[in-house]
């Protein structure tokens, strides 16, 4: 990966795209976040023209190759987030906005998962509506994304605990359940 800029903290979620290109999103700290992709081929690169005051951690590719992404930016205690369509020739286009701490994203059967550690949501929205945002489930502080068997999620917490959201059907339930996993 190219050389991470002094004093920008941590790594983001990591993906690999079809061509076998692994890109992830790097922190920054409020100064530094950029995202960083290396190809198969060993070249590698940061992502140009993107915000340095936004941090990034969620990273996701949805079936069709299209890259999504959430930050936020932090003002006077104040945090405004967004997940965003991203592309590696340098742009980030807002899809979901209004959000206050965006964490974990997953692009999965035609709909965003989107954790929210601020308010403890975790949200659902259609890839081609993003507006309409509803409430999966909720929980404290919930984290980054994986995908589970039969339609199901998990996502960390701030504390090191693992969840898994349950549901007959994952993306279309309004409630679900929520079950603390243990080693």
């Known amino acids: 990966m190219p050389p991470a800029p002094p004093d920008s903290a941590g790594l983001g979620q990591v993906v690999k795209r079809k061509d076998g290109t692994l890109v992830v999103p790097r922190f920054g700290g409020g100064t530094a976040g950029d995202v960083v992709y290396a190809k198969p081929d060993g070249t590698n690169g940061v992502v140009p023209n993107l915000d340095p ?42 899809v979901i906005t209004g959000l206050k701490k965006p964490i974990g994203v997953l692009a999965v059967g035609g709909d965003f998962i989107v954790t929210e550690q601020e308010t403890g949501n975790v949200y659902r929205a259609p890839i081609t509506n993003p507006d309409e945002l509803a409430v999966l489930a909720q929980l404290t502080g919930p984290d980054l994304l994986t995908t589970g068997p039969n339609g199901t999620f998990f996502t960390g917490g701030k504390d090191g605990s693992v969840r898994q959201i349950i549901a007959s059907d994952a993306l279309r339930l309004p409630r679900c359940v929520i079950s603390p996993v243990s080693a």
Do not use: H, P, Q, W
């Open 53 to 94: 005051l936004r941090r990034r951690i969620g990273l996701a590719v949805s079936e069709d190759g299209t890259l999504y992404d959430t930050f936020f930016v932090a003002m006077n205690g104040i945090k405004l987030g967004s997940v965003a369509k991203l592309d590696l020739a340098g742009t980030e286009a807002e």
